[in-house]
């Protein structure tokens, strides 16, 4: 079993839809964690960290479940541009491992 | 303010040569990552420097790649002799990470050399 798992997709949205995807991660001693966005033959770009608290900016929110052990992201209103693959990025601390998911592919239809 | 640089953009070499990837990270970033990134997967690190030291190399097959990062500024990362498998992306990233902090810093990716071996 892989220590970050996302469900691949793809994820086929109408514009404006609503949608969301997790990421499972299976070390309890994993402290930060981020979403990236990676666009088709281009480098990844933090997307959000996400906060124990949850958090949110603009049309997105991120959210934490340490008992659960999994974080999700949610995408309001999407738009064409939203299309992208999202990478869940897990890090059990500053100084140990850093660990990304294989990514969720997501293409928002017209 | 100008982004992590690296190259060569593109690498088509056939197999058991050896190759050499350089990347120039953010400046004043004391932390550089090499990943390696196959198609369809997400970034696997091969190795993370802070300044010069090798801090996280347990990913990088050490029968065959080897990095450095001799002034803690900028790396390069060889394959010799390369195989058929490691063909992929090459990514590299830095961050300014605070000594003792939580790790929440941003990484900045460059664009990757992508690498064919035939």
């Known amino acids: 079993r892989k220590e970050v798992e996302q469900d691949p997709g793809p994820f086929n949205v109408p514009e404006g839809a609503t949608v969301a995807f997790n990421c499972t991660y299976s070390n309890s001693a994993s402290q930060s964690f981020f979403w990236y966005r990676q666009d088709c033959r281009k480098e990844p770009k933090l997307l959000m960290s996400v906060y124990s608290s949850g958090n949110e900016d603009g049309r997105f929110t991120a959210q934490l479940n340490r008992a659960s052990q999994y974080i999700s992201l949610l995408i309001r209103d999407s738009k064409l541009s939203d299309s992208a693959t999202y990478l869940c990025?897990?890090?059990?601390?500053?100084?140990?491992?850093?660990?990304f998911g294989s990514g969720t592919r997501l293409s928002i239809r017209p | 303010e100008a982004g992590v640089v690296q190259s060569p953009r593109y690498k088509i070499i056939e197999k058991k040569q050896p190759v050499a990837f350089w990347c120039n990270p953010i400046?004043?970033?004391?932390?550089l990552y090499w990943y390696r990134q196959n198609l369809g997967q997400g970034p696997e690190l091969l190795i993370r420097?802070?300044?010069?030291?090798?801090?996280?190399d347990s990913q990088l097959p050490k029968d065959r790649f080897s990095a450095e990062r001799l002034k803690g500024v900028d790396s390069t990362l060889k394959i010799q002799p390369a195989e058929l498998g490691d063909s992929a992306v090459y990514l590299c990233?830095?961050?300014?990470?605070?000594?003792?902090?939580?790790?929440?810093?941003?990484?900045?990716f460059g664009p990757g050399t992508r690498l064919l071996v035939l």
């Open positions: 400046s004043g970033h004391n932390t």
């Open positions: 990025v897990v890090k059990r601390s500053s100084a140990s491992k850093i660990i």
């Open positions: 990233a830095s961050s300014l990470e605070a000594i003792g902090g939580l790790g929440q810093e941003t990484q900045y």
């Open positions: 420097y802070e300044n010069e030291e090798a801090v996280d």
